[in-house]
């Protein structure tokens, strides 16, 4: 079941990439993911969440921004996958699986980025424009990372 959640966690990175360690971090600081004594015990802080939370926040304004880079092209893929490995590595390591759920969390932001840009190409094309389909995918990104998170607990 960890593996489920680390690769879904993954698919949000892909989606959102700071949308993922933020929600992350908010399980862990509000006790749904028990990572005390463990190497992520640290994403249960006040700090990361308040980090992750504004990383997040700039993330949702700057993509509707017309300048917004490609999430495929290598510098954002890239930190996509690291962000979900990461993201998934905490899931993981709630029950002592921190390499399965940084493998499956890698997995899961590849998913993400591309099927993330299929379906917001489709929304955009479906709209006549992209600002409906940014804030479907950042419905579906926060209200999902929410879940797992939940699920977890």
Same mark, same amino acid.
Do not use: C, N
């Given at each position: ?9 993954? !698919? *949000?990175?892909? &989606? ?16 749904? @993911? ?20 504004? &990383?997040? *926040?700039?993330?949702? !304004?700057? /993509? ?12 954002? =893929? ?7 490995? =990461? ?11 921190? *390499?399965?759920? @940084? ?26 424009? /992209? ?10 990104? *926060?209200?999902?990372?929410? &879940? ?6």
């Amino acid at each position: 079941m960890l593996y489920i959640l680390a690769l879904l966690i993954g !698919v *949000i990175a892909g &989606l959102r990439a700071m949308t993922a360690p933020a929600a992350v971090a908010w399980g862990a600081y509000l006790g749904w @993911l028990p990572v005390a004594g463990t190497w992520a015990s640290f994403m249960s802080h006040w700090a990361a969440v308040g980090i992750f939370t504004i &990383l997040a *926040i700039v993330e949702l !304004v700057t /993509d509707q921004l017309p300048s917004t880079p490609s999430r495929k092209v290598p510098q954002q =893929f890239g930190a996509r996958i690291i962000l979900g490995a =990461f993201t998934g590595a905490v899931i993981g390591a709630t029950g002592g699986a921190t *390499i399965g759920g @940084l493998i499956a969390g890698a997995i899961g932001a590849v998913i993400g980025t591309y099927g993330g840009a299929e379906m917001r190409g489709r929304l955009a094309a479906a709209f006549g424009k /992209d600002p409906p389909a940014a804030f479907i995918e950042d419905a579906v990104a *926060i209200i999902g990372g929410l &879940l797992i998170v939940a699920a977890v607990a």
